[in-house]
């Protein structure tokens, strides 16, 4: 009925003219994907070293951690963030305690409000 070969079938059932000469170990090694990320680990290996391998990791680490950071940034800006920002700014701070509306204005017209207030004073 099913003939013999050297791959287990771990205990599955074939229906009568099934292929069995499926080995899930020759497709690994013959898999031309799974041949180019074993030549790539070693293309690292011997490149770098194995010292830097670790060091390259952190620094791809850190990367992502900084790219996901500011993609939460982008996605849930914070009010609280942008007054930080704004209230460590000393042309800022001088325009709110002349009590100048800052909100979408360049720095150059947050200045020239600042000229003007002070002329009119």
Same mark, same amino acid.
């Given at each position: 009925?099913?003939?013999?070969?050297?791959?287990?079938?771990?205990?599955?059932?074939?229906?009568?003219?099934?292929?069995?000469?499926?080995?899930?170990?020759?497709?690994? $090694? @013959?898999? /031309?994907?799974?041949? &180019?990320?074993?030549?790539?680990?070693?293309?690292?290996? =011997? +490149?770098?070293?194995? *010292? !830097?391998?670790?060091?390259?990791?952190?620094?791809?680490?850190?990367?992502?951690?900084?790219?996901?950071?500011?993609?939460?940034? $982008? @996605?849930? /800006?914070?009010?609280? &963030?942008?007054?930080?920002?704004?209230?460590?700014?000393? =042309? +800022?701070?001088?325009? *709110? !305690?002349?009590?100048?509306?800052?909100?979408?204005?360049?720095?150059?017209?947050?200045?020239?409000?600042?000229?003007?207030?002070?002329?009119?004073?």
């Amino acid at each position: 009925m099913s003939t013999v070969t050297s791959c287990t079938n771990y205990g599955k059932q074939l229906k009568p003219g099934t292929v069995t000469g499926y080995c899930g170990f020759n497709m690994a $090694l @013959t898999d /031309p994907i799974n041949i &180019l990320l074993v030549l790539g680990v070693l293309a690292v290996i =011997l +490149i770098w070293g194995p *010292q !830097k391998i670790p060091e390259l990791a952190r620094s791809i680490g850190r990367a992502r951690k900084e790219f996901d950071d500011a993609s939460k940034g $982008l @996605t849930n /800006p914070t009010g609280s &963030l942008q007054q930080g920002i704004s209230a460590s700014d000393p =042309l +800022i701070d001088t325009a *709110q !305690k002349l009590g100048i509306n800052t909100q979408g204005k360049t720095r150059q017209e947050i200045s020239d409000e600042i000229v003007n207030a002070a002329k009119s004073k």
